[in-house]
């Protein structure tokens, strides 16, 4: 009897018990259906060759990425030195609490004097010892989240740096526990002795695993004991590095087998402060991400303000990252600052002599890379552990600059330093944050007029812009700069998001004389702790777990293939639909106020029409959320904290019509918004003015939720005064009017192909790699033509299906790949590929 594999889709599952049905002797076969789809394969012609770096993941501290995720550090706020400036609700003795036995007494503060550790390293704790018997006085550490995270008979590495006043030395007690008190570990004794910083060590053996463990560790006597990066390591890290990697995450980034690891970010890279941390510039702690704060011996690092909102210790700085990137067989791209921020910040570095010394430390970071051991900073390397070279080829300067000429003209000064002393060295420039715009097309422009060679492109668009836009670079110029992908996911983590990446993965491939490297991104969250979804690699304080787009894009990475075989496909796409539906109005986190609201037909016809003089009972809050009420005959939406507060009126079936009304911004950090082509909470169009915090005009377009933008360009909006808003809707053309006068138009006519292909060909082992992507939820009778190629009769197939709403979480993992072998193979045949799936057949050829 068939038993479906419990990990198949329900309808894949159906469809291989069909399969099974048909081939087995004597078993009614049912008539094949007439083949839907057609993928045509040209096998003599020349293909395209993929960069062995063509898939690589983007690593960001983001969602708690780095510190209690995968760096492998257990301790929270090991240095003491989370603030305010980090956090609001941060102390220095954040993640820790005074604690005794035995009668201990004593009081525990924090310091920064001039008896701390490093300069560096400014705060420290200071415990004032009171002890008159045998009681122990000191402070517990409560971990990352749950707690500290151990397993039975694991061995975890306990250090901290200590001083003390006592001339007969301080006795120190650490003990590894639960919440309740009871031992996971036997305990450690320890005597600190002298008045200069030492530091001391010791090995604790874990009894029982929990993921809600403590660390405490308190002293006996008298006098002032001070402590600095007190530490607990488990010894079981990835490849058994000292002040390594946790293992389950970096094993599932090394099982991706990435070609690129791009580092540091993101936002943490163009946001903050670009000053030293030092004394002539205050010690800021908001600073973008300097590569020099994070190496070296971690009690002399840097310490930082976090852009997404928390402590950034830098135990996990540039050493471990290329040392990860080799371990892993991948090429190291780390992006340095340009001295334009971005992220919402905007503002350009105006001082010269900070630039250039920028510009020195990324020749410097090239020299740490890559020097000889007797140069200054190839000499810290190998002082580090590592005397051979790291072979760095790549460098990015920027990351989604809003302000194009400013970042330009710094980019060049970075890009001639950097060819003049190492011009083997691949300068990548960025096209901002956005696939398209006016940011988007003047960084283009530069970038392709200075002969750039790579530019960086990044979009966080819905799943339906994926599948409708699998074909974005078949148009590009091929004598142009190649793409890099740097930051990409369509918003969501379900299985029809993966099925949408997908698709678009067989557009880069296709496309690979252009798109040199392509990176999903974010790469890790924590699930205790998230500023950004979606997101790739799930996690816990002992647990992981890949999502959707985890498994498809580890399908891709694992069988990219050397080169492209031409091929097309052939079969029936969705055609696009009017843009109809309700209007709405909308704000967020402003008050503001509308008026006049009429929606007309060409002719003139009034379709509807609101003045608000005898109420807004027309009007049907989406959101529910913010206040609105009608105020001096005009509908005001008054609450300037509420987010996304869109309400709706009509329904307008019409295919051609214009929505004109009046609004003004009466207070907050924002403009106002205008929707149309309501279909209901997840599925619309608005035209944002004033948006991202009155620094930018917007249209976009929400489907089952997601958003991408249609239309962006450089807008601010002026409280108190009242604006003339026109949308003239022409089927799927659109045309925005503010005050009279066109602001932007787009037309909305892509067209959705759910089922898509491309064919690569494996040097090593000699096969084709035929991928299809059937994102449609019924299944696709397709006819193969290999053109003639003669081919061994079984292949290897992996299939990737489920419902496309099912997603993989802490609980469960139901999507995963299934592998098996097939036959039916020839130089041309048939197969039906599941709903819902993403299909890879490794064809032999004879």
């Keep these: 009897m068939f038993r479906p594999h419990p990990l198949l889709g329900l309808a894949a599952a159906a469809l291989v018990a069909a399969t099974v049905a048909a081939a087995a002797p004597g078993l009614a076969k049912t008539p094949a259906a007439e083949p839907e789809y057609t993928i045509t394969v040209d096998p003599a012609a020349a293909g395209t060759p993929i960069s062995d770096s063509m898939y690589g993941v983007f690593f960001e501290d983001i969602n708690s990425a780095v510190d209690g995720g995968l760096h492998a550090e257990l301790v929270r706020n090991r240095s003491f030195e989370f603030l305010p400036a980090d956090n609001r609700s941060y102390t220095p003795l954040t993640g820790w609490t005074p604690t005794s036995d035995g009668g201990g007494a004593g009081t525990a503060s924090t310091a920064d004097d001039d008896a701390r550790l490093h300069e560096r390293n400014r705060t420290y704790l200071r415990l004032d010892l009171a002890n008159t018997g045998a009681g122990h006085y000191g402070v517990t550490n409560n971990g990352y989240h749950s707690g500290i995270a151990v397993r039975a008979g694991g061995a975890y590495d306990f250090s901290v740096w200590a001083r003390t006043d006592a001339a007969a030395g301080t006795p120190l007690s650490v003990t590894l526990h ?91 890279v163009n946001t903050g402060s670009m000053y030293g941390y ?73 001082d010269e002599a900070l630039l250039r010394r920028h510009i020195s430390d990324t020749l410097d970071l090239i020299e740490f890379a890559n020097g000889p051991t007797s140069s200054t900073w190839g000499g810290l390397r190998a002082s580090m552990g590592h005397p051979r070279p790291f072979g760095l080829t790549h460098l990015a300067v920027g990351n989604e600059e809003n302000l194009p000429d400013a970042y330009f003209a710094n980019f060049e000064k970075f890009r001639a330093a950097i060819e003049e002393k190492h011009p083997d060295i691949t300068v990548i420039g960025n096209s901002g944050p956005d696939d398209q715009g006016s940011t988007f097309d003047r960084l283009w422009q530069l970038n392709r007029a200075a002969g750039v060679d790579m530019v960086d492109e990044h979009y966080y668009n819905s799943p339906a812009w994926f599948l409708q836009n699998h074909t974005r670079y078949d148009t590009y110029d091929r004598t142009g700069p190649k793409v890099f992908l740097g930051e990409y996911a369509s918003q969501g983590n379900k299985l029809y998001n993966s099925l949408a990446e997908a698709s678009y993965l067989t557009g880069l491939e296709r ?81 503001a106020t509308y008026d006049d609201v009429r929606v007309t037909a060409p002719d003139g016809t009034v379709l509807f029409a609101d003045d608000f003089s005898a109420g807004a009972n027309a009007w049907t809050p989406l959101a529910n959320r913010g206040t609105w009420s009608v105020v001096d005959g005009a509908y005001t939406q008054s609450d300037t904290g509420a987010q996304d507060t869109l309400v709706k009126a009509a329904d307008i079936t019409a295919s051609d019509y214009d929505l004109t009304l009046k609004a003004r911004k009466n207070a907050g950090a924002e403009g106002f918004l205008i929707a149309f082509g309501i279909k209901d909470s997840g599925n619309f169009y608005w035209w944002n003015l004033g948006g991202w915090n009155n620094t930018q005009g917007a249209v976009e377009k929400a489907t089952n939720g997601a958003k991408e933008t249609l239309v962006a360009k450089p807008n601010r909006i002026t409280t108190g005064t009242t604006y003339d808003v026109r949308v003239q809707v022409r089927g799927t053309r659109v045309t925005l009017f503010l005050d009279g006068q066109e602001w932007a138009s787009f037309t909305d006519d892509r067209v959705t192909r759910p089922f898509t292909q491309v064919v690569t060909r494996d040097d090593a082992t000699g096969e084709l790699i035929v991928k299809v992507v059937n994102a449609q939820d019924k299944a696709a009778v397709t006819r193969v033509d290999l053109g003639g190629l003669r081919v061994r009769e079984k292949a290897r197939m992996t299939v990737i299906s489920g419902d496309p709403g099912e997603q993989n979480t802490r609980s469960a993992e139901p999507i995963q790949p299934v592998t098996r072998t097939v036959g039916g193979i020839a130089s041309a045949f048939t197969r039906t590929f599941a709903p819902n799936s993403v299909t890879f057949l490794r064809i032999r050829t004879k």
Excluded: H
Aim: contains cysteine; hydrophobic residues 40%; proline residues 7%.
């Design 278 to 350: 030092d004394a002539a510039s205050n010690w800021p702690r908001a600073r973008s991400y300097q590569w020099k704060d994070t190496v070296g011996p971690v009690e002399t690092r840097a310490t930082n303000a976090n852009f997404w909102g928390y402590n950034q210790s830098y135990g996990l700085g540039y050493y471990e990252y290329f040392q990860f990137a080799e371990d892993i067989g991948a090429m190291p791209l780390p992006v340095v600052p340009a001295l334009v921020t971005g992220c919402g910040q905007n503002q350009a570095t105006v």
């Design 178 to 268: 639960d919440a309740a008190g009871q031992p996971l570990a036997a305990p450690l004794s320890r005597t600190v002795r002298g008045a200069g910083w030492t530091k001391y060590r010791g090995t604790l053996k874990a009894t029982r695993t929990t993921d809600a463990g403590r660390l405490s560790v308190r002293a006996g006597g008298t006098g002032v004991l001070r402590m600095d990066m007190v530490s607990l390591f488990p010894r079981d890290t990835f490849r058994g590095r000292p002040n390594g990697l946790r293992r389950d995450l970096a094993e599932k980034i090394a099982a991706l087998k990435p070609g690129f690891v791009r580092f540091p970010g993101g936002c943490l």
């Design 511 to 591: 496309n690979a004389d252009v798109v040199r490297m392509a990176s999903y991104a974010p790469l890790l969250a924590n699930v205790d702790n998230v500023q950004w979804r979606p997101d790739l690699i799930w996690f816990d304080n002992d647990e992981s777990w890949g999502t959707t787009s985890y498994q498809v894009q580890k399908l891709f990475m694992n069988n990219v293939g050397d080169r492209t075989v031409p091929s097309r496909v052939t079969g029936p796409s969705t055609a696009p639909a009017p843009i109809n539906g309700a209007i709405g109005l909308s704000t967020w986190a402003t008050s």
